[in-house]
């Protein structure tokens, strides 16, 4: 099983450039996250989905957009990449209310 | 919303001393988790709890509902412990995911 697995591991995007980070899970769970960590922060909730074809917002939704077409992926798109979205992506997976199953992360730099 | 406070936010010990991991929130939850993320790496589940107790090799995890309070013990440390120690919450039965603390950062010497 490869669990949770996020592309790219690393990006630097110019100002105003779009970018989609992709997640996949390979254990049929229903549950699907993604945070964002910021240094000295929390992870905060971007958008959840709790099936294919459901999604909702988080905590911290401007400026992203998800879908969610299979179990299985579940894509985070930055339309229009400002600074602030300079940070550490997380995606997770789970069957809620279990143990949750990272990704290792996608650091994003925004210049 | 669910306030999750860690403490301490950093730590630093020797080899073989005995760790622990605080962890308060303000409204109740449904279940606790503590999460490990080394530097530079993911991040790793190592418990859920919603009651009691919890042990898994060296690491013990308790929970106090009433108190909303929870612990993460380390005995025996060892310098592969390093690392970050975040205590994240569920708030109620929605799967609109978990409110996290800012993570204890963990140093143990040899």
């Known amino acids: 099983n490869a669990g949770v697995t996020q592309t790219p591991k690393f990006r630097i995007l110019k100002i105003g450039q779009s970018m989609t980070l992709q997640c996949t899970q390979d254990?049929?769970?229903?549950?699907m996250y993604w945070y964002r960590q910021d240094p000295g922060m929390g992870l905060k909730l971007i958008y959840y989905?709790?099936?294919?074809?459901?999604?909702d917002k988080g905590e911290v939704p401007n400026g992203y957009n998800v879908s969610r077409s299979t179990t299985e992926d579940f894509p985070l798109r930055l339309e229009l990449a400002a600074p602030s979205q300079t940070s550490v992506y997380f995606c997770?997976?789970?069957?809620?209310?279990?143990?949750?199953?990272f990704g290792q992360g996608t650091r994003l730099t925004v210049v | 919303k669910n306030e999750v406070e860690q403490s301490p936010q950093n730590l630093t010990a020797q080899e073989g001393e005995f760790i622990t991991i605080n962890c308060s929130y303000s409204?109740?939850?449904?279940?606790l988790h503590w999460l490990q993320q080394h530097p530079g790496g993911g991040i790793v589940s190592l418990f859920m709890?919603?009651?009691g107790k919890k042990k898994h090799g060296r690491l013990i995890a308790t929970i106090n509902i009433q108190e909303k309070h929870s612990s993460l013990h380390i005995t025996a440390s060892h310098p592969r412990d390093s690392a970050v120690y975040i205590c994240?919450?569920?708030?109620?039965?929605?799967?609109?995911?978990?409110?996290f603390g800012k993570g204890t950062h963990l140093i143990i010497q040899p």
């Open positions: 997770a997976s789970s069957y809620f209310p279990t143990e949750a199953f």
């Open positions: 254990m049929n769970h229903n549950y």
């Open positions: 989905s709790v099936g294919a074809g459901i999604t």
């Open positions: 409204v109740g939850i449904s279940a």
């Open positions: 709890l919603s009651s």
């Open positions: 994240a919450v569920h708030s109620g039965g929605g799967a609109d995911g978990l409110t």
